[in-house]
């Protein structure tokens, strides 16, 4: 049963373009979301996180969108650089009493230069 | 604080040995998390310690695997008789406690190949 899919496995985009990737949640008990960056060999490194009481967070080139009610988020990387090539996971806290966290299966990003 | 530390970072073993990870959290942060990442796949949640408590384990997690978290410092995750399923990369993740969600940090990973 996955509660957090990412539908698409990779995304190539042009050097200055806007990157767009893609997170739905199936559990609407899930109030806080995560981004996650990783590259090859590496820890899954923190990005950007929103709550469910926000329908928006930026922070320098990157912003998240939450709508709860499509149970849908989504990053914006804007403009995109070829250092942005990694896999992107989105993550949602369970507040069930559990407190862990359940992880997409990712979005391979290549930005093209 | 260097962040989030696991050793070893690499483990060959053959197929029925027992393996031991270690992981180093952040100092301040009480709750620990064991995640396993196979290729192609997001991290799979394995089991959470707040402080020494382990309060979570998930069904991923056989009687084969065991962790622990004396004190409620570093964590141990050991697998016995290693299955070539056991292939992966295991992943360790800390942040602060308390009510509310945080941010998970994680380590590099340990990455298991069992021939």
Known sequence: ?113 | DTGVSQDPRHKITKRGQNVTFRCDPISEHNRLYWYRQTLGQGPEFLTYFQNEAQLEKSRLLSDRFSAERPKGSFSTLEIQRTEQGDSAMYLCASSTGGAGANVLTFGAGSRLTVL
């Open chain 1, 1 to 113: 049963d996955q509660q957090v899919k990412q539908n698409s496995p990779s995304l190539s985009v042009q050097e200055g373009r806007i990157s767009i990737l893609n997170c739905d949640y199936t559990n609407s008990m899930f109030d806080y979301f995560l981004w996650y960056k990783k590259y090859p060999a590496e820890g899954p490194t923190f990005l950007i996180s929103i709550s469910s009481i926000k329908d928006k967070n930026e922070d320098g080139r990157f912003t998240v969108f939450l709508n709860k009610s499509a149970k849908h988020l989504s990053l914006h990387i804007v403009p995109s650089q070829p250092g942005d090539s990694a896999v992107y996971f989105c993550a949602a806290f369970d507040f069930s009493g559990t407190y862990k966290y359940i992880f997409g299966t990712g979005t391979r990003l290549k930005v093209l230069a």
